[in-house]
């Protein structure tokens, strides 16, 4: 059974600061790999989708790396900024369902 | 236009009563899923119907039965609500079951049961 998770659980920064969020999954057999955003109360967006070919993929300051062999993938924020706030889910594809981790909540101090 | 849309957004009932969630989706995805967001906020699979067929049930309770009368359309039907229903309730589609394109989803339903 599929099992991911995400650390840290919570991440609070001065605005303009790199932020990092880790993904780490426990079997390396996925289709691919999504990052996600939430804001509360709200649905989820898509940010990036990472196929299991692929090393990483980038969009704008957002950039999310796949280490499919060690089970790991890293979203990467450049310079973020106050809307940044938010969850951010990691969720890797398996046979005709996604496998969520439990989200990084982060906040980014004005 | 919205990819995938849910009715109702908000849903307050008492314990007991049956109700229905619905679901459509326009960007001509085969498969679309049921996912819930309990109170801390993790996401897990319900249903997942792949051609109107379903692929998987995610040791869901019987209360509980999807029905896709075709690919556009996957609806949540509850039966004997119980409290611990509440939760957001989340429809999501894919162009192909781990497909390359990803998962696209809806802003979902919050049930609240009273």
């Known amino acids: 059974k599929q099992e991911v998770t995400q650390i840290p659980a919570a991440l609070s920064v001065p605005e303009g600061e790199n932020l990092v969020l880790n993904c780490s999954f426990t079997?390396?057999?996925?289709?691919?790999l999504q990052w996600f955003r939430q804001d509360p109360g709200k649905g989820l967006t898509s940010l990036l989708l990472?196929?299991?070919?692929?090393r990483e993929q980038t969009s704008g300051r957002l950039n999310a790396s796949l280490d499919k062999s060690s089970g790991r993938s890293t979203l990467y924020i450049a310079a973020s900024q106050p809307g940044d706030s938010a969850t951010y889910l990691c969720?890797?594809?398996?046979?005709?369902?996604?496998?969520f981790g439990a989200g990084t909540t982060v906040t980014v101090r004005a | 236009d919205t990819a995938v849309s849910q009715t109702p957004k908000y849903l307050v009932t008492q314990m007991g009563n049956d109700k229905s969630i619905k679901c459509e989706q326009n960007?001509?995805?085969?498969?679309m899923y049921w996912y819930k967001q309990d109170s801390k906020k993790f996401l897990k699979i319900m249903f997942s119907?792949?051609?109107?067929?379903?692929?998987i049930n995610e040791t869901v309770p019987n209360r509980f039965s999807p029905k896709s009368p075709d690919k556009a359309h996957l609806n949540l039907h509850i039966n004997s609500l119980e409290l611990g229903d509440s939760a957001v309730y989340f429809c999501?589609?894919?162009?192909?079951?781990?497909?390359?394109?990803?998962?696209?989803f809806g802003s979902g339903t919050r049930l609240t049961v009273v």
């Open positions: 960007l001509g995805h085969d498969t």
């Open positions: 119907y792949n051609n109107k067929e379903l692929i």
């Open positions: 969720a890797v594809h398996d046979d005709y369902k996604l496998s």
């Open positions: 999501a589609s894919s162009q192909v079951s781990g497909s390359t394109y990803g998962y696209t």
């Open positions: 079997d390396s057999a996925i289709y691919n």
């Open positions: 990472i196929q299991s070919s692929q």
